[in-house]
Antibody
């Protein structure tokens, strides 16, 4: 069965960096697009970023563009989110999610599997 | 950006009753719409995709309908495990979520 396990969260000061990882298993990781979605405390879901199956196409939400970088290592079945210049408003639970398709463009599919989420707190 | 608007924000329903949740898109998204269920402390779970297709393992009391800009999720007879927050998501052009509808016990 599909498993997605996030790691790397924690408390970080504003302006600092943090890298999240998402270890995937149970499916052909290199064939599917992968997303990051976040949820601020008590709030709704916000799409953050996507990488295509091969990693060459990457797209970002406006609130993180220029500060966050999504990447993947298909040899390690792992997805990453490098978060730089963090702000208090980036505080959230971050989920990795598997796209139903390859996510080679911004016309994609729904998310059929999600990780359990990891909390990132940006605070001084 | 396609803006998704859900209504109502909170729906109070008795167990065994019917629940109807609405989702509106700011522009036509065909049937490129999904619904997710989220319980406290848990990740979202896919319920419906393609506006009307139930995901694997989702019971038949869940049904989705709509196309274009107006969509509905119906739970025909609410069970205790169905009380949760439900989000709609469009995937026609990028990916955006509605703000959620909380289905609570009346």
């Amino acid at each position: 069965q599909v498993h997605l396990v996030e790691s790397g969260g924690g408390v970080v000061q504003p302006g600092r960096s943090l890298r999240l990882s998402c270890a995937a298993s149970g499916f052909a990781f290199s064939s599917y697009g992968m997303h990051w979605v976040r949820q601020a405390p008590g709030k709704g879901l916000e799409w953050v970023a996507v990488t295509s199956f091969h990693g060459r196409n990457k797209y970002y939400g406006d609130s993180v563009k220029g500060r966050f970088t999504i990447s993947r290592d298909n040899s390690k079945n792992t997805l990453y989110l490098q978060m730089d210049r963090l702000r208090a408003e980036d505080t959230a639970v971050y989920y990795c999610a598997k796209d139903f398709g390859a996510a080679a463009s911004t016309r994609g599919y729904y998310f059929n599997y999600w990780g359990q989420g990891i909390l990132v707190t940006v605070s001084s | 950006e396609v803006v998704m608007t859900q209504s109502p924000a909170t729906l109070s329903v008795s167990p065994g009753a019917r629940a109807t949740l609405s989702c509106r898109a700011s522009q036509s998204i065909s049937t490129n719409l999904a619904w997710y269920q989220q319980k406290p402390g848990q990740a979202p779970r896919l319920v419906i995709y393609g506006a009307a297709t139930r995901a694997t393992g989702i019971p038949g009391r869940f049904s989705g309908s709509g196309s274009g800009t107006e969509f509905t999720l119906t739970i025909s007879s609410l069970q205790s495990e169905d009380f949760a927050v439900y989000y709609c998501q469009q995937y026609d052009n990028w990916w955006t979520f509605g703000q959620g509808t909380k289905v609570e016990i009346k």
